[in-house]
Structures are given as structure tokens and as C-alpha cells.
């Protein structure tokens, strides 16, 4: 779950993301181990159109009590038949795969009416989520 703090509009402003996720991560073939990751953005300008550089932090808790720290510092963000995919890369920088590069996929499907944008506003939203910590 994704919150916006101030909510998401029709005009573009300075905005931050905080988001809760929960993994499935492969550590081996037919080997998977559960975790939970804590998003928070650096502050981008974003409307209910558009956004920018979506960089921030992320740590990574795994159920056998690892831990990863993970910096995402660029974003590419594309619409395709109303849904928002932003694709972040970066770098583990503290725990299990410090100095990986990270790939981090987030897709958004249409689930909130456009009138929300010209009333209150998006204050949240569901996204799929694909974390990959590369070899």
C-alpha cells in the first residue's frame, strides 16, 4: 500500500511516498523466503498524471532475519492503456547484497476514479511490486 503525503492532484507538487510491501524472494531454485519492505521517497513532484525521478529508500526485512538497505537514485515512468509502470534502479548499500544493483518494478493499475484527482485527491493506492537484486 502506497500513501501520498500531500494526496496526488491534477497539478503537479512536491509530494512524498510511503509504501508497505510484502516479497516472495527466490534465494535458490524451488527455495523462496517471505519479506516485508519499507519504501519511503525522496520528496518528487508528482500529480495524478505525472511524476519525477521517484528515487528513495527501501529496506528489506526477510523472514530468516536478514536485511537489506537498498538507495533507488533513478526512475523511468511510462502510461500504457491506463496503467503506470515506473521501473527505479539502484544499489544495495547496507546488508544481504551490499553493492548489488537493484532493479524495482512498480505497476499501478487503473483502480481510482479521475474525479478523485479534482476532489481530495489520491491519498493511497495498490501497486504490484518486483524487487530484483541482480547477480
Request: proline share 7%; with cysteine; hydrophobic share 35%.
Amino acid at each position: 500500500m502506497s500513501r501520498y503525503d500531500p494526496p496526488l492532484t491534477l497539478a503537479p507538487q512536491p509530494t512524498r511516498n510511503h509504501a508497505q510491501v510484502r516479497y516472495t524472494c527466490t534465494t535458490a531454485p524451488g527455495r523462496t523466503v517471505a519479506a516485508t519492505g519499507v519504501f519511503n521517497s525522496s520528496p518528487v513532484v508528482a500529480s495524478c498524471v505525472s511524476t519525477s525521478k521517484a528515487g528513495g529508500m527501501e529496506t528489506v526485512r526477510f523472514a530468516d532475519g536478514g536485511r537489506s538497505l537498498i538507495a533507488l537514485d533513478s526512475a523511468t515512468t511510462a502510461r500504457v492503456a491506463g496503467v503506470l509502470a515506473t521501473v527505479q534502479s539502484g544499489r544495495v548499500t547496507e546488508g544481504r547484497g551490499a553493492g548489488h544493483f537493484v532493479r524495482r518494478t512498480v505497476t499501478f493499475p487503473p483502480r481510482q476514479l479521475p474525479t478523485d484527482c479534482l476532489t481530495s485527491g489520491i491519498q493511497h493506492n495498490e501497486a504490484a511490486v518486483q524487487l530484483e537484486i541482480l547477480p
